[in-house]
């Protein structure tokens, strides 16, 4: 096929960061809301930590402990209330939305509900023509309508849909096909940074690890740079290179994928990981988390997790632990760590 | 839910789906059907005036008299009653002269049924489009700007929706009817059909511009909104490329059924001879001229009043058939 120089494909220009330089590193981000009655809701609670490009940092916790708000605030489609965001150097975290614009071209996010994030009326091609035809090339010109159909199907042969589905509207494919539209409108820009928020979770089992792969696909073939948020441990596992536990509003746990999954240091991630159903006959079973999560309303004392944890002391009822190294690569808040030596 | 075959045939968009499912109603087909012979009908009033029933219906004419049965016989008759008192116009002759009889001043009522329909639709749809127009603006404004721009725009909608309507849009006529409307160096004369158009519209926004307000509200909660602003599309091709074709069929909708309200209110008002000004005519003016006839010649009065019935029923269908159809889901469902 001969088609006139692909325009859109050229990339915004990488930017002169080495490797040493995060590509995003989050500092000590809150996000509260005032609810009636004076309270306030701390969805993010005091939370720091860096992604390093071409990295996948996997964000797991349970429903309502504040990854999804901090996946929105990472993107500034929340504003966070303290805190810094810093974006390849640059910190976002104040920029006014007209000069946030052209950086939001390297940085996207693929929503968990396939539906809501399509809207119902437009075709699927026309869906994703529009961020092309509001972005400018990098040297300013506007994207031909040749360069933009020549990006859509290059596009559709990525995330393997058929070029028909261009023309079709959300509602005529299944739920996988959809978050495969999602996926490739995310990526229409060619962004450094994609912020999944639990991208499969909606989906048929059979169905999640073939997106899970196409994430994993893209991010090797393109250098992608991933936070995917989860409540699923076995999704995380699959496709991260680190993994952040977040409980509360706060990160309790963060280290090298391996080390957290199979030697976790928190109680909250050994509940966790012991959670995962495991397909061997007899395989020991274990005794699930007492309780609720906690509401971020009215937050525990001391350490967040001290209503469910297995291992409380008094220590944890009134102090609070703060996110420490235990081990190179591994950070743990709580005041009784379990060690290696005694979790085999 | 159909999965895309892998034919290129492009899929039927959500407003081709929907006239297909409304092609499929037929109480809003035949309500179309009504609506568009009352329409072409009124369209042809000229023609009839002049064709068929040779008269002129803006003319006074007491003393006139038509050929019936090859008998000479006055417009103007004496009553029924015992000592012949009075005179009454000619009841319905079942000729194409006078075929629904006079009205008070020997005019032919069908005729200046035909005519009077022109400006009670006209009226009527001009006054439901400026409606829609003016409720979409102010809706989505409040709607997806929140904020400041929704208090002042709600608070306004709702001393408007503190007065009754009619009384409003009453209130209005009154003033603008005696005076006409000068709006800068623009002057609107009294009896020029724009006043009656422009109150009518006016009056119903807050009726319409609450529910668009709703709907954007929610719309704009909607992750697809988010996922435009995340692509850096800026607010104002949100607002026309996201929030309004969604907004688009709530006002859709909302059409037959204002064009209805708006038949009603511009009856109302020229009932009270404050709409449509004499010598033209519309169905509530030539109601007013039957009203002192009801006893005598009652159909003066229940010709116009069957039209304007016949209206807003075919309008209300045609308004529900369109709320089926223009669910797109819905369509998804049935196909």
Known sequence: MQFPSPTVQAAPPRSSSGATQPLLAVRDVYKTYSLKHGQTLRAVDGVSFTVMPGEVLGLVGESGCGKSTLGRCLLRLNDVSAGQIIFDGQDITRLPERILRPLRQQMQMVFQDSYASLNPRRRIGDLLAEPLRVHRTPDGRKHTPMAIAHRLEELMELVSLPRAALERYPHEFSGGQRQRVNIARALVLSPRLVVADEPVSALDVSVQAQIVNLFADLQKSLGLTYVFIAHDLAVVRQISTRVAVMYLGVIVELGETDTVLHNPAHPYTIALTQAVPRPVVGAPRHAPLRGEIPSPVNKPSGCRFHTRCPAVQTRCQNEAPTLTQIAPNHAVACHYPVLKSTHA | ?335
């Open chain 2, 1 to 335: 839910m159909t999965k895309p075959s892998n034919t290129h045939k492009p899929s039927a968009g959500p407003w081709a789906s929907a006239l297909r499912s409304l092609l499929r109603n037929r109480a809003a087909l035949a309500s179309v059907a009504v609506l568009a012979f009352i329409v072409v009908a009124s369209l042809c009033a000229p023609f009839y005036a002049r064709h068929i029933a040779h008269t002129d219906p803006f003319v006074s004419n007491v003393a006139g008299t038509i050929m019936l049965n090859g008998q000479e016989t006055d417009i103007m008759q004496p009553n029924d009653n015992p000592l012949h008192l009075g005179l009454s116009p000619i009841g319905p002759t079942g000729h194409t002269a006078y075929l629904l009889g006079a009205d008070s001043q020997g005019r032919d009522i069908m005729a200046r049924l035909l005519y009077g329909g022109r400006n009670s639709l006209l009226i009527s749809f001009s006054a439901a489009i400026l409606c829609l127009v003016m409720a979409g603006t102010v809706g989505i404004a409040a709607g997806f700007f929140g904020g400041v721009t929704d208090m002042v725009l709600s608070r306004l909608m709702d001393i408007m929706w503190a007065v009754p309507v009619y009384l409003f849009a009453i209130s209005l006529s009154i003033v603008t009817i005696t005076s006409g409307l000068r709006i800068g160096p623009f002057v609107i004369e009294a009896d020029n059909l724009l006043i009656p158009i422009v109150i009518i519209a006016l009056v119903y926004v807050p009726y319409a511009a609450r529910p668009v307000r709703g709907r954007v509200i929610a719309l704009r909660q909607a992750e697809f909104v988010t996922a435009a602003k995340c692509l850096g599309v800026p607010r104002w091709r949100i607002v026309l490329r996201d929030i309004l074709p969604n907004v688009s069929t709530t006002l859709v909708v909302m059409g037959p059924l204002l064009m209805a309200m708006a038949l009603l209110a511009e009856s109302a008002l020229s009932f009270l001879s404050i709409g449509v000004q004499a010598p033209a005519a519309s169905w509530g003016t030539i109601i007013l001229d039957g009203e002192g006839l009801i006893y005598t010649r009652p159909m003066v009065a229940i010709a116009p009043g069957l039209a304007i019935v016949a209206v807003v029923l075919a309008l209300n269908i045609l308004g529900d058939g369109l709320r089926d159809a223009l669910d797109v889901r819905d369509a998804s469902r049935r196909e």
